[in-house]
């Protein structure tokens, strides 16, 4: 008889999910306390199943595909559900000191480096996330990372940091495309993020903050901005980064800035404190604050 659910094997999803998360197939071994060629072989296996590759072996470790992105985000997704089910049904767990919830793009690029350079001071203090780019109820959170206007005189809202808005791609892209203006990104493929739950600044406000038209070229549109930076790597085409985000792919080169030209973003990255936030919640959010002061 057939499964109701024709999915691949919840060991491979499970590996995959957290070599996607950690883009290191060693560090989802130690994560999961197996060995990385236990990792690369169910990773294997999954993309044989799937007959598309999920992740890009390189030198220096691993990228998502497209694909890989894609499951990525819906993976999460789907274990997020299971884990809040789950915390409703068991209750409050005491073993989890501090619970921050953030978007992919928010976690992988910034928070995760964060709660890295937190544990180096603070070792005893046990930091996990929620990592969601759709609206979920925030209970289990004690803090929660929005990009928006942030709430005014409500203190349990604090700044994190008010960045820029640069457009970004790929040396390639920018041989490929000619890309020395802005006035040469209006006809070029553009990738667009729309997303419900974020206000995120598209191409047609970046480009009338700066004096031009909204673009006519070929519009990639997702509703993620992992997979859009994925897209962008890839070579796609430009996309519009937030400088307090994408520094590691501007450090590595994966991305380089086509333009000179900036945008103050019109939202904020602010970080909420919710009821439920615990002694050390507070004092992970006061280091949070304040090494971006």
Known sequence: MARPYDLPSMTALVCFEAAARNLSFKAAASELNVTPAAISHQVKALEAELSVPLFRRQHRGVDLTETGAYLFVALQRGFEGISDAVGEIRGPAETEDVIVQATTAVSAFWLTPQIAAFW??????????????????????????????????????????????????????????????????????????????????????????????????????????????????????????????????????????????????????????????????????????????
């Open 120 to 293: 180096q001071t603070r070792p005893e203090i046990v930091v996990s996330q929620i990592v969601s780019d759709i609206a979920a109820p925030s209970g289990r959170a004690d803090l929660s990372i929005h990009y928006g206007t942030m709430p005014a005189d409500d203190p349990d809202c604090r700044l994190l940091f008010h960045d820029e808005i640069v457009a970004v791609g790929t040396p390639t892209y920018a041989r490929a495309q000619g890309i020395a203006s802005v006035e040469d990104l209006l006809p070029a493929p553009l990738i667009h993020m729309q997303a419900d739950e974020t206000d995120w600044t598209g191409w047609p406000d970046w480009l009338g903050a700066l004096g031009w038209p909204p673009p006519g070229g070929r519009r990639i549109a997702v509703n993620n901005h992992m997979i859009a930076l994925q897209l962008a790597r890839d070579g796609a085409g430009a996309v519009l980064g937030w400088t307090g985000l994408i520094g590691p792919l501007l450090d590595s080169g994966e991305l380089v800035q086509l333009v000179p030209e900036r945008v103050p973003s019109p939202q904020v990255f602010y970080l909420r404190t919710h009821p439920r936030a615990s002694g050390r919640a507070r004092i992970f959010r006061d280091w949070l604050v304040a090494a971006h002061r």
